[in-house]
Each structure stands twice: as structure tokens, then as C-alpha cells.
């Protein structure tokens, strides 16, 4: 069978200087992720240009003219105008390839003291996985990849580890009777057929797997203490089964999940102190998520919040905190499970002797994984969720409910999430459009691409947004329009933005219409050069390579506003408005000043609206040259 063609958007996570990689926000704020060394005589002819009209208006050669230029066009800083030195056309020059001329402009650090449900979230879907959503690795490294980056919403599948394997009597009675006669029935019932792997093995195929990593190397712990009815994580006299990470029903491979929390622990606070959530999809039997607890008890401690910031509250009376007030803490988002009542034990006898523990087994919470699955392969249906008390009650902040409609009790539970498949939600926006808006102004709300996007692809994620949705989990595995509006979102942030004040929880604005105000737009953009851009990798000769630029707004469509269908479900990336420069064939392009307009264009919200660039070799697009002058007026 033949080997599927390279996808181009899709790529390992990068180790080296991950921070440098946009998608995330943490990219905007390094000015070596934008900087260039030489500029090529195209660019060097224009910006002399330039440099003789702005030295005309401000007299580059003082301080006065420098600090007032870099202030009123530049929207820099005095810090920025240090660049310019003398003002001659060499340090003005240096000022652009330095990457502090970018066309971003200034972030303001975000104000904290708001609830937590007041800001979107830069979210990462599927995090563990390094490429598509049917055969990729599963890896520590993504989680490292997207923390550094600027994520502030991870994602863990979990599933149960491997039991062990040994032809020893000690080692088999040392496993659970209910956990043996599970596997063996499991075998029986498996062996006359095929089993999913295999059907999706001989269906897509799998090139060889590369050798195991030592994904456990100095991730050693000490076994944690029972105590009370607790249910007693298994283990043997020499090793016991752990739970593991991988999306489950599909050829990724996995890992453990020790080691993911041990890398969320190392890189969680790096690029930014403020709170990491880590959203669980547990498929873990009870005595499993009891390790699950131990580990992350014991790797993120000191940052792990198990217990309200008041003692004194109880969990049923939990207000959502401040996001200053969760600096540095990782928010476990997991389904809740209320506390059983207490019974009163009945002592053991010789006529009535105490009933061991069960395994229970395989528990699952809602997620993309309960969705559709490629054609001619069957799916067993999802088990009914089981999460333990234990697990639950680390939900102290981010508590998963089950969704059902905006009108169940648990709508109204402060620290309660519903997570709903992009398709869902995009119903439930058409049918309650009012009730869905102020349902995200008070509480959280998760929105992840549909099952079917096996290639890592992307939703739309402004349209979401522009609901009040806070998470919008996208696959960071690949670079698309989904991705690149989420730069644009957090560009230069740590993650968290404030929502426009219509979407915030004090506003008594009713719809999404009335939250933000509109306006209409005229946009002109003139493109002057570019320099050095990659070619495609299909391509390898330059006299071949014929790049342009293509510009998209992504505005709100009149539809979205008013609770109607969206024209296309809402599925396409590809902004409202497109339009694009001529061709040039040569990787360093002259565009000869050709201008773009976009006019008269309605129901444009400022903080919501996005313009997206696009070259023929978009994948590069963030780490070549484009020199382009952008104005814009509200009519």
C-alpha cells in the first residue's frame, strides 16, 4: 500500500527555540523571531524611499524628531528610538531588520482582576500527539513545544497501562482476579475477529515505528500511602501498571503519563506565571485514576490547586477567583463526582466476610474521541463515565459536566465547564444564540475540532470567540488559518486576554450584537518588497517559484450576529474577504507599491476582527521579509 503524501502544515514539535514559533502568542514578544541580517537591494531601494520622506517631516538627526516619529507612526517606544543613534539611513535601516519596526501593535499587560471565566484562553487540542490524529506519535515534547509557546489549555487522553507481563505464579496472583478475567474474556472475545488496529492498519497503513525513547529516565517516585476505604492502586512486588496517554481507538502510539506530568511541571510557568488548565479525558479504570492522583499530586506540587483558596468555603458554595489570584497553579479540568453519603461499615465475620475490591473498568468523559471514525471502521460504543471521587474532586475550579442543554441544574454551578464539539456548539448558537451569549459571560465553555479532522486541521476559531466561548482547543500539530488567528488573538500576551467588556460578566448586555459595537472599514494595504521567502516544499527551483500575497479579513458575518446558520457551518478558515497582490517570479518580489483596498466593509468589531496574510509558502511566512505600508479608517 502506498505511503500517504507528506503534508506540508504538519510537523514534529520543534525543541529548538520552540518560543520562536508562532501560533501562540509568545512568538510576538521575542524581536529575533522577527529579525532578519542582511536586506536585499529590493528592500534597502525602498526603505531609502521611506527614509527620505519620514527624515523630511521629523529630522530623523534629533532626538525630538526620533522619539515623536517612533511614537505617533511607529506606536513604539523611547526604548525603540535608542535604535536610530544618529538618525542617519544605515541606523534606520538597523531599526527595521531588527524586528522592532514589526506592524504589531503595543500589548498592554492584561489587567488580572477579573474571574478566570472573563478571558479566552490560548488552548491546545490533543496536545500529545506530533502530527495527524490517526498514526502520529504521542509525545512529551508537544507538551513542551506548546507550554513554551504561550498554551495555556493542555489536553491528556488517559488510559490504562499496560499490565504485566509474566509466566511466574507470584507475578500472576499478584493481579487482580476481576482484572484477570476481564483480559482473559476480552481475549476470548477478540481472537475470532479483527481488532480496530488492525482494520486501521490495513485501511491507512503505518510506516515502522521508530524505537521506543526513554521516556521515563529520572521520573522515579516514592509509592504513595492508603489509608481509609481509599480503592488501592495495583501494582506487583516489581512493577506495577501505569496509566498511559494516546487517543484512544487509533494507531498512535503512547506515553506514560508520568512523564507528561513531569513535563508539564518543568515548562508550565515558563513563558508565562499565569494559571495553566489541564483538561482530562480519562478512560482509566478506578484503582488507575488513583495513580493518576498520586503522580500529579506528587510532580505539581506547590502548583497543583486540590483545594479551594478559601478553606473555609465549601465546594458547593465556590465563586470563580481572580486570574491574579491563580499565578503560577495548574487547574485540573476532570467530569465531577459528588461525595457518596457515609455508611456506616459492617464489620467482617466468618459468616458474612467483606467483599473485595472490583476492578471497575474503562471510563470516559466527553471529547472529540466520541465522535465520527473513518468510514468502515467501527467504533464500541463510549462506556458511561465513571470518574473516582478522588479524581473528581481535583476539579475544584474547573468542574466537567456532561452537556445537556443550557437549562440543567449544573448550568448554573459556578466553577462548571461544558466542553461541546465545534459542530454542537455551532447548534446550540443558532437555536439559543441570547441564552448561549450570557451563558459565556458567567461561566466556562471548551469548544474542540470534530472527529473527523484526522489530518490535525482546525476550526474556525473567531467564530467561537465571538460567542463568548473562553476555550477554543485547536490541534497545534498543524499550522492553518485556525492557528494563525490564534497568534493573532494572543500575539504578545501570556495567554489570557480580557474579553471586550460586553462579553465580561459584569456587562447586562443581552446578545452578541449589542456586547461590542460595530463599525464598517476602510482597509488599504501597499506592498513594496519582499525578501528571501521560502520555496514550497514541492518546489526546488526558483526560476519556477512564483509567489504572491493574499490578504483575508475574518468579520463577524451578519448571519453569526443574528443567531442565524452560518454559511458554511462555520467549517472554513478562509476569511469573509479576499483579495491578493500579482505574482512575481523570483523569491525576493517587488511589488512596485501595488495597493489592496478593502472598503466599505460592515460589522467590523475591533477586538475581534482579524486580518491574515498569506504567501504561496505560508509555512514560512512569519520568517521571511515582507515590507508593506497598512492604513485604516472607521467611517
Known amino acids: 500500500m502506498p505511503e500517504p503524501a507528506q503534508d506540508s502544515k504538519l510537523g514534529a514539535p520543534k525543541l529548538d527555540q520552540p518560543q520562536l514559533q508562532a501560533g501562540g502568542g509568545t512568538a510576538a514578544e521575542s524581536a529575533k523571531a522577527r ?22 517631516r521629523y529630522n530623523l538627526s534629533t532626538k525630538e524628531g526620533q522619539a515623536k516619529w517612533i511614537a505617533e507612526e511607529q506606536h513604539g517606544s523611547l526604548a525603540d528610538a535608542e535604535l536610530l543613534k544618529d538618525g542617519s539611513l544605515s541606523h534606520f535601516e538597523a531599526y527595521f531588520a531588527s524586528g522592532k519596526a514589526n506592524g504589531m501593535g503595543p500589548i498592554t499587560a492584561v489587567d488580572e482582576s477579573h474571574p478566570i471565566s472573563n478571558y479566552f484562553i490560548s488552548s491546545s487540542h490533543n496536545t500529545y500527539l506530533t502530527g495527524n490524529q490517526l498514526m502520529s506519535e504521542s509525545s512529551v515534547d508537544a507538551y513542551k513545544n506548546v507550554l513554551l509557546r504561550g498554551c495555556r489549555c493542555v489536553e491528556i487522553d488517559v488510559w490504562d497501562g499496560e499490565p504485566p507481563s509474566s509466566s511466574s505464579s507470584e507475578d500472576e496472583s499478584a493481579t487482580p482476579a476481576g482484572y484477570r478475567g476481564k483480559k482473559e474474556k476480552k481475549e476470548k472475545k477478540d481472537k475470532p475477529g479483527m481488532s480496530i488496529k488492525k482494520r486501521l ?21 516514592s509509592p504513595p500511602k492508603t489509608a481509609g476505604d481509599r480503592i488501592t492502586p495495583w501494582r506487583s512486588t516489581s512493577y506495577r501498571a501505569e496509566p498511559r496517554v494516546l487517543h484512544g481507538y487509533t494507531l498512535t502510539r503512547d506515553t506514560p503519563f508520568r512523564a507528561v506530568c513531569a513535563t508539564i511541571r518543568d515548562y508550565a510557568f515558563v513563558a508565562s506565571n499565569l494559571p495553566v488548565i489541564v483538561s482530562l479525558e480519562v478512560h482509566t479504570s478506578a484503582e488507575q485514576q488513583e495513580i493518576m492522583v498520586e503522580i500529579m499530586t506528587e510532580y505539581w506540587k506547590g502548583m497543583l490547586v486540590d483545594l479551594p483558596l478559601d478553606p473555609k468555603v465549601s465546594s458547593d458554595d465556590l465563586s470563580l477567583p481572580t486570574l491574579k489570584e491563580l499565578e503560577n497553579k495548574i487547574l485540573v479540568k476532570v467530569k465531577y463526582t459528588a461525595p457518596k453519603p457515609a455508611v456506616e461499615a459492617t464489620p467482617a465475620t466468618l459468616q458474612a466476610p467483606a467483599e473485595p475490591l472490583k476492578q471497575v473498568q474503562s471510563t470516559s468523559t466527553t471529547s472529540s474521541s466520541s465522535e465520527d471514525v473513518p468510514e468502515g471502521v467501527k467504533k464500541p460504543p463510549a462506556p458511561k463515565a465513571k470518574i473516582t471521587e478522588t479524581l473528581g474532586r481535583l476539579g475544584v475550579y474547573t468542574r466537567a459536566y456532561h452537556y445537556k442543554n443550557l437549562d440543567q441544574p449544573e448550568a448554573q454551578i459556578p466553577c462548571h465547564v461544558f466542553s461541546l464539539s465545534e459542530k454542537a456548539l455551532l447548534e446550540v448558537h443558532e437555536q439559543q444564540p441570547a441564552k448561549l451569549f450570557n451563558h459565556n459571560k458567567h461561566f466556562f465553555m471548551r469548544a474542540y475540532p470534530k472527529g473527523l479532522r484526522l489530518n490535525s486541521s482546525n476550526l474556525n476559531p473567531s467564530v467561537f470567540w465571538r460567542a463568548g466561548v473562553q476555550i477554543v482547543a485547536l490541534n497545534w500539530q498543524r499550522w492553518d488559518g485556525g492557528m494563525m488567528q490564534n497568534e493573532a488573538m494572543f500575539a504578545g500576551t501570556s495567554g489570557w486576554v480580557l474579553k ?136
Open 500 to 635: 471586550p467588556e460586553g462579553y465580561r460578566s459584569t456587562s447586562k448586555e443581552p446578545t452578541q450584537k449589542t456586547a461590542i459595537a460595530h463599525h464598517n472599514l476602510d482597509l488599504s494595504i501597499e506592498f513594496l518588497a519582499g525578501q528571501d521567502i521560502p520555496l514550497p516544499p514541492e518546489e526546488d527551483d526558483p526560476r519556477d517559484f512564483k509567489p504572491y500575497v493574499k490578504v483575508e479579513l475574518h468579520v463577524e458575518k451578519h448571519e453569526e450576529r443574528e443567531g442565524q446558520p452560518i454559511p458554511g457551518g462555520g467549517k472554513s478558515q478562509k476569511g469573509e474577504f479576499k483579495k491578493k497582490t500579482k505574482s512575481h517570479k523570483t523569491p525576493n518580489p517587488d511589488f512596485g507599491r501595488e495597493v489592496i483596498r478593502f472598503e466599505g466593509v460592515k460589522g467590523v468589531t475591533e477586538e475581534l476582527t482579524f486580518v491574515r496574510y498569506v504567501s504561496v509558502s505560508f509555512l514560512s511566512l512569519l520568517s521571511h521579509t515582507l515590507l508593506l505600508w497598512m492604513g485604516w479608517c472607521d467611517l
Open 35 to 56: 529579525a532578519v541580517e542582511t536586506l536585499t537591494p529590493t528592500v534597502a531601494k525602498y526603505l531609502k524611499t521611506i527614509y527620505d520622506d519620514v527624515n523630511k
Open 201 to 221: 492498519e490495513l485501511k491507512f497503513g503505518r510506516k515502522g515505528s521508530p524505537p521506543q525513547e526513554d521516556k521515563m529516565k529520572d521520573l522515579s517516585i
